[in-house]
C-alpha cells in the first residue's frame, strides 16, 4: 500500500496530506492551465520524434480534460504543480487496444525541473492503490521506448510489455500491464 493510500484509510484528508512538502492531491478546476503548461514541458524534449508536434502538442495541452473521465491526480510542491496523472478506472472508457475491464495509467507528467525526486513513482503508486482499491486483478498503461526515464521506472515497477499499440504520430508505442 502507498503513503497515499494508508494516510487516506486513516483519515487524512487529500487536501492536506503530505510527504517531503509533497501535496498529491485531486484535480481542482483551477489547475487546468498548470497542469497543461507542466504537460506541455514535460513533452516537449520528445517534439523532434513527433512526425505532427504541433497536433501531439495541442492533445497534450487539454490534459486537464482527462478530468472528465478519469481521476486526475496532481503533484504539488510548495502551492506549484509539479506533475499529475490519470486514473482511469475499469469498465471506464479507454483507448480499443486496451482490455476494457482493466484499470490504465494516463498521461504520467512531471515538470523538468522537478524530475528525479520520485514524483512519477509516487503518482504511478497511487494508481496502483486506487487500482488496488477497485479490486482490479491487473493495471495497464502505454508507453514508448522514446520515454528512456518512464519506460525503465515502469519496468522496475513490475511493468511487463503485452503487445504493440498503435503508433502515435509515427512514434512507436507498446501496452504494458502489472499484475497485481
Known amino acids: ?92 472508457p479507454k483507448a480499443a487496444f486496451f482490455d476494457q475491464a482493466w484499470p490504465i495509467i494516463r498521461m504520467l507528467v512531471v515538470s523538468p525541473s522537478h524530475r528525479a525526486g520520485g514524483i512519477g513513482r509516487m503518482l504511478t503508486e497511487t494508481c496502483l492503490e486506487r487500482a488496488r482499491r477497485d479490486h482490479s486483478p491487473m493495471i495497464a498503461l502505454h508507453t514508448s521506448p522514446i520515454m528512456s526515464v518512464a519506460l525503465p521506472m515502469y519496468r522496475r515497477m513490475g511493468f511487463e510489455k503485452l503487445r504493440d499499440a498503435p503508433d502515435i504520430h509515427g512514434v512507436p508505442y507498446a501496452v504494458y500491464t502489472k499484475s497485481l
Open 1 to 92: 500500500m502507498s503513503i497515499f493510500g494508508a494516510a487516506l484509510r486513516m483519515g487524512v484528508s487529500k487536501r492536506l496530506w503530505c510527504h517531503q512538502i509533497m501535496l498529491l492531491r485531486e484535480f481542482e478546476i483551477g489547475d487546468e492551465a498548470a497542469i497543461s503548461s507542466v504537460a506541455l514541458a514535460a513533452f516537449k524534449q520528445f517534439e523532434s520524434f513527433y512526425a505532427d508536434w504541433p497536433t501531439m502538442a495541442s492533445n497534450i495541452c487539454r490534459m486537464a480534460n482527462l478530468a472528465k473521465t478519469s481521476e486526475l491526480i496532481i503533484a504539488e510542491r510548495n502551492g506549484e504543480v509539479v506533475g499529475g496523472v490519470a486514473y482511469v478506472g475499469p469498465h471506464k
